[in-house]
Structures are given as structure tokens and as C-alpha cells.
Nanobody
């Protein structure tokens, strides 16, 4: 059973930076698709960034150029570096993973989710 645990959330002023981490355990497949989602107050859950099984990241238009999705060498810890934060980035942030096949496009659905970490951006 895959377990995910996010850390790194907090309160920051507009223009500031935060780095979220997501530690994964229990991987049983050789390849996983990975993603960061967020859900702001009164908003639907939004895909922020994802990494495919080849390690290629893609980003939503709302964070492109400001956020960076990476992982450590063991690919069990995910990072979301968030720069130039805006008030609209305030949300609960979740990491999520799903088993994949190396080199094959990922599904849109994710099977395992963390509990989330809160990010609050204020002016």
C-alpha cells in the first residue's frame, strides 16, 4: 500500500517562496505517475503539476514559470518549489501517485493521495 506524506506548507507573504515535500513509501511497481494538486477555499480541486514515468514535468498555466516539480534520486520524495507566490495560490496542496508503465502516457486518475499541507499567501 502506497503511503504519501506532505510537509512544507505554511504562511508566506505575496512574492515569497515555499518548497513542499512529499515522501512516498510502499511502492511496488517500477514506474509511477506523480502529481501535485491543490484545492483552494470554495474551489474545485486543481491539477498543479505532474511528472510522467520518464520524469518529464508539465504545469498548469496558473503556475507555469513560478512552480517547479522535481524528485530526489530515489524518486521516493517529490518536491514542489513555489516561487513568486500569489494570494490565489492559497490552498491545501496534495501529492498523488498512480502506477504507470515506463514511457507510456499517464492516466488522468491517481490512486494514492497524501493528507495535504496548507499553503496560505497573504499580502
Amino acid at each position: 500500500q502506497v503511503q504519501l506524506a506532505e510537509t512544507g506548507g505554511g504562511s508566506v507573504q505575496t512574492g515569497g517562496s515555499l518548497r513542499l515535500s512529499c515522501r512516498a513509501s510502499g511502492y511496488t511497481y517500477t514506474a509511477y505517475c506523480k502529481a501535485w494538486f491543490r484545492q483552494g477555499p470554495g474551489k474545485e480541486r486543481e491539477l498543479v503539476a505532474r511528472i510522467d514515468t520518464l520524469g518529464n514535468p508539465t504545469y498548469s498555466d496558473s503556475v507555469k514559470g513560478r512552480f517547479s516539480f522535481s524528485q530526489d534520486g530515489t524518486m521516493t520524495t517529490l518536491y514542489l518549489q513555489m516561487n513568486n507566490l500569489k494570494s490565489e495560490d492559497t490552498a491545501m496542496y496534495y501529492c498523488a501517485v498512480a502506477p504507470g508503465l515506463y514511457g507510456i502516457p499517464c492516466r488522468d486518475e491517481f490512486d494514492y493521495w497524501g493528507q495535504g499541507t496548507q499553503v496560505t499567501v497573504s499580502s
